[in-house]
């Protein structure tokens, strides 16, 4: 069964400020994704036949691939300068993965708790595991940055606990590298791409979104969260792929984009990027993360956020500054921002400031890191990192 009132209610959730206002339109969605749901079934069961065989083979060998291929943390030496580990200290590291950074910390500074989240299962497998070897340092959690406030809440942490929190954003290398989990167009395997893996039956997948979706709402989808120039075009040629048969395989995806483009399959990168954070609802995700840690950080505490791309990186730098994200960040923008900081040092305009909106942040850098040229040639996927870092001041 495709789940498609889940789908539905995220469609809901998404962020104004990044959506085009096709995309909103969500009765004409719902309506063509109940009216595709059987056609798409029937035709989608005879492809899932023939290689469910050796889905069930691939699974089995699920657990030893997932250990080969964890995940190599990004900029460790920066994330435990920013965060500062102390002894008796307590910390959040909301993307636990495959425990890289949350090791770096214990190896710094092992007198300290934390509380390891992740939303999938084979992360929150792993930090079982951990906290076995540290049953006093180590809290495993399973959740959504959505559901970390109640996880915390249950488990006795309240508010202004935390000494420091970690997101380390985007798609880790061990659920790239498991072909089963469908993130990656390099080895082919089910068009699935959900971080919370068959946790939730009624959450859909990247299949179920680019064989019910027409054309405009795929488009709007790859341009916004993608940010694809041609995603008009590889709108069209999903549609015109789809109506002989459902699109259910990963390198069967990148090879309608490969070759409509007439390039490598990795021109397909902005493609799988925008399904998976659609399928995921990962913006809204973040946003709500970024206001849980503000929360749960002491005064004083320490933020550090690395992200990927673009979207990301826009979310938690507006976030930090204060700034709407539903306002355009223009130089209009940029230039309250710098106005605002350079009042809060000025005696003379007290009351200006007092009409502001008080900055919740203290950037420890006042520019972003990214990482060294050594570290990318030795992780190329961590090219493209970003890391931004902030004190809180208040609540």
């Known amino acids: ?20 206002s096709g995309i909103r339109n969500l009765g004409v969605w719902q309506k063509k994704i109940h009216t595709t749901a059987k056609r798409y079934e029937h035709e989608a069961q005879e492809s899932t036949d023939e ?5 069930l083979d691939r699974s089995q060998d699920c657990d030893s691939k997932v250990m080969d291929n964890l995940h190599i943390p990004v900029m460790v030496n920066e994330v435990i300068h920013c965060l500062a580990p102390q002894k008796g200290q307590i910390f959040l590291d909301m993307t636990f993965g495959s425990g890289g950074h949350t090791r770096a910390i214990l190896q710094k500074e092992s007198d300290v708790i934390l509380y390891a989240l992740d939303r999938d299962p084979t992360a929150y497998s792993i930090a079982e595991q951990l906290s076995r070897l540290y049953p006093k340092q180590i809290r495993a959690m399973l959740g959504q940055f959505s559901q970390a406030e109640g996880l915390l809440m249950k488990a006795g942490v309240q508010p202004e606990t935390f000494d420091g929190v970690l997101l380390d954003l985007g798609c880790s290398s061990m659920q790239l590298d498991t072909p089963e989990r469908g993130f990656s167009f390099r080895k082919d395997g089910p068009l699935d791409m959900r971080m919370d893996d068959g946790r939730y039956p009624d959450m859909p997948t990247a299949a179920d979104v680019v064989n019910a979706l027409d054309q405009q709402a795929l488009a709007s989808i790859l341009r916004t969260y993608g940010e694809e120039k041609h995603a008009r075009k590889i709108a069209s040629a999903i549609i015109q792929a789809r109506s002989i048969y459902p699109i259910t395989r990963t390198q069967q995806l990148a090879s309608i984009v490969a070759d409509l483009l007439q390039r490598s399959t990795h021109i397909a990168t902005k493609t799988f990027q ?15 993360g970024l206001k849980t840690a503000q929360k749960f950080l002491k005064p004083g505490g320490r933020l550090v956020a690395l992200s990927f791309h673009s979207l990301e990186d826009r979310i938690v730098k507006r976030f930090l500054l204060g700034i709407s994200l539903t306002e355009r960040f223009n130089l209009s923008v940029r230039q309250k921002v710098k106005q605002t900081l350079q009042l809060r040092s000025d005696q003379e305009n007290e009351e ?11 950037l420890i850098h006042k520019k972003i890191l990214t990482p060294e040229a050594q570290e990318i040639q030795d992780n190329p996927r ?11 001041l208040r609540n």
């Open 51 to 55: 290689t469910k065989a050796q889905e």
């Open 382 to 392: 961590g090219r493209s990192a970003k890391l931004r870092a902030a004190k809180k």
């Open 1 to 20: 069964m495709l789940r498609y009132s889940y789908f539905c209610r995220i469609v809901k959730e998404f962020f104004p400020y990044s959506l085009e």
């Open 274 to 288: 925008a399904l998976r954070i659609f399928v995921n609802n990962e913006l809204n995700e973040l946003y709500t």
């Open 352 to 362: 200006e400031i007092s009409a502001r909106t008080p900055l919740m942040w203290e």
